[in-house]
């Protein structure tokens, strides 16, 4: 509820939080709504760990990728009613409907957590929490009300609707707020500047180090969280090049850039790429893909 759906406060669907009469935040949930949720989700187990070749070793990992089944310990089940967001969950009892074998009561278990979850889905705060989250991601850090409006009025209109998520979206990269975003220090207008600033280009460049530079070139070792393989990129083909420093960065060039690159940019990367030792071919494809990546060029599109 904290992360994913409602969040901590309950909101106007503009975003703004409401408050009382003494000023204060109202909170979206109670301890109770905590626990009755958790009582909902009793019985419920993740899925049998998955098998995954890592380094040659089929290794076992911890299953986040299929539904959660019920596990076949009825005992473990809270068959008992609950209320939650002022809604009555009755008993799992010996009538109406009847609740006694091991499949009625796995029935029973699978209505009650779809219902809490339609209960989360179609909360009021759903629309506004949500939107405000990815309007975070994808265009500024602080929406105008007006704009986190119009993005919950899109979400709760299409509240049915399969394309759901896609319709929020496109509310928030098409409405005009976004375009409005001014470059410091000038009379112009750059969003893309909203999205790319001091803090995510050293971000940017941190995590292209990693990739490439990093260990060796193995990228994101198979640990925690990583799992279960970690992350690497594939270079073999560029690798493959790399014994003509200037075949290699026109390649990446074309690939990386659509051919876009400016003459001092290649220049300057050919020499960076030329002095290292052409019996390093791997070190001379990720400093390539490394300085293409985090080059201003590369970041903003032109």
Not at 20 to 34: E, H, K, M, W
Not at 207 to 224: D, M, R
Request: hydrophobic letters at 35%.
């Amino acid at each position: 509820m904290q992360l994913f759906s409602i969040g901590v406060d309950t909101l106007n669907q503009d975003g703004t939080p409401v408050l009382d009469g003494q000023g204060n935040r109202v909170p979206s949930y109670d301890q109770a709504t905590i626990t009755n949720l958790a009582r909902i989700f009793t019985g419920w187990d993740l899925g049998p760990n998955k098998i995954t070749n890592i380094n040659g070793v089929d290794t076992p990992v911890t299953n986040y990728l299929d539904p959660m089944p019920l596990n076949g310990n009825v005992n473990r089940y809270d068959l008992n009613p609950k209320t939650l967001f002022g809604v009555n969950f009755g008993a799992c009892t010996v009538v109406s409907p009847p609740c006694t074998t091991v499949a009625q009561k796995q029935a029973y278990k699978a209505a009650e957590l779809n219902a809490a979850i339609d209960l989360l889905a179609y909360h009021s705060n759903t629309g506004p929490y949500v939107c405000t989250q990815v309007i975070h991601q994808l265009v500024t850090s602080n929406p105008s009300p007006a704009y986190v409006g119009r993005c919950s009025a899109a979400f709760s209109s299409n509240s049915h609707n399969p394309t759901q998520m896609q319709e929020m979206i496109k509310a928030i990269l098409l409405d005009p707020d976004p375009a409005d975003y001014g470059l410091p220090g000038t009379t112009l207008f750059g969003p893309e500047f909203g999205l790319l600033d001091t803090s995510t280009t050293y971000k940017r460049a941190n995590f292209v180090n990693t990739l490439f530079l990093a260990n060796s070139g193995n990228g994101i070792p198979a640990s925690l969280p990583n799992r279960p393989s970690g992350t690497q990129v594939n270079y073999s083909t560029y690798q493959a090049m790399a014994g003509n420093a200037q075949q290699l960065v026109d390649a990446l060039n074309t690939r990386m850039m659509h051919g876009t690159m400016s003459q001092a940019m290649n220049a300057n990367i050919f020499a960076t790429v030329n002095a290292i030792t052409s019996a390093d071919p791997a070190g001379r494809t990720r400093t390539a893909i490394y300085l293409i990546a985090t080059s201003s060029q590369y970041q903003v599109e032109r």
